[in-house]
DNA sequence: GATAATTGGTCAACATGGCTGACATAAAAC
DNA sequence: GTTTTATGTCAGCCATGTTGACCAATTATC
């Protein structure tokens, strides 16, 4: 990956500009998951807590096989914070109308209250980046994300897109 | 993206838009790690040993401290992957020349190469991404992901970029 | 030159959240 | 009526974070 090219269009892919992203990528994710992460601690829950209530507060009455599916995780790993979760009234569990094997999910008004409390601090810091940066910096930046995902997430996001 | 913005500037700030970045974070992440994460698998390491053979080799020589700062983990934490590092012989520690305390770090061939393979998996997601999105995508990027940076985060940063 | 501070390391114990493998039950589908 | 599906559970392993206590070598300070 020499691209030594003193003019072209092509002179960002250099590897400083590369790892410059890299390492980015690795700073942003861990401060914007730091203050959830801190709410979530009082409450002595971690951070896959987290992502089962957010995604249960997304998609009310997803199944639990959704929830794995978007998660990428095995049901032993849900199932531990999951049951946790249910036990203590953030989540319930109905039996689906149709198939009754389902247990369709759904936050409590306490889970609603916490999920929004989690999205909160996380969209602050959202749009305080966002405002600075401007709409075309977000198209961008949105652009770019896109651009990393592995084909198969691309096409789940998709989908989940369409039934909306 | 709908993009049904009647009138008003600020509409992109909306809920909407504010958890399609927290999601694409989160995917974007798992994803972009991913393939690291398999390679340094068949080596019997994770992620941390990654970062710390990483960082190492954008900064050779640094001091132990200098890394335990970048990463923000305890020191037994780094310990531990550290000295499995120096025994399977991918890092090396000097004694400092100027201070005999420090125990300066460096990669070494094995480690060096190991560093340059894991890099170009990251850097091909993300030369892939950013040809894609083009270079004022990729500056939109950039500028998004440092918002959401903590402030002891970007101002470490900037001292390094000047210490270079 | 004695004392204090810094740099780095170590032992022990604990929590979180991934994983595999094996097995169980209820309901639906064929 | 058998098979498949959706979900759950037990048991154990691993990686990587944490706290707390303590130690040695070296440097800095009074």
């Not at 966002?130 to 652009?143: C, D, I, L, S």
């Not at 198969?152 to 039934?163: H, K, V």
């Amino acid at each position: 990956m020499a691209d030594i090219k003193p003019f072209g269009k092509a002179l960002f892919l250099r590897e400083e500009e590369l790892r410059r992203g890299i390492e980015l990528m690795y700073f942003a994710y861990r401060d914007f998951t730091g203050e959830a992460d801190s709410i979530l601690a009082e409450q002595d829950m971690g951070r896959a807590h987290h992502r089962a209530i957010y995604f249960v507060g997304r998609h009310p009455g997803m199944r639990v096989s959704d929830l794995l599916a978007i998660l990428n995780i095995t049901k032993q790993s849900l199932s531990r914070v999951l049951s946790t979760l249910v036990t203590d009234g953030y989540i319930i569990q109905k039996t689906g109308a149709g198939d009754r094997r389902q247990r369709l999910l759904y936050l409590t008004e306490k889970g609603i209250v916490l999920e929004a409390r989690l999205t909160e601090v996380q969209g602050r810091r959202f749009a305080a980046a966002y405002r600075n940066a401007g709409a075309k910096a977000v198209e961008g930046f949105q652009h770019v994300l896109q651009g990393l995902l592995d084909a198969e997430t691309r096409s789940q996001i998709d989908r989940q897109d369409q039934n909306e």
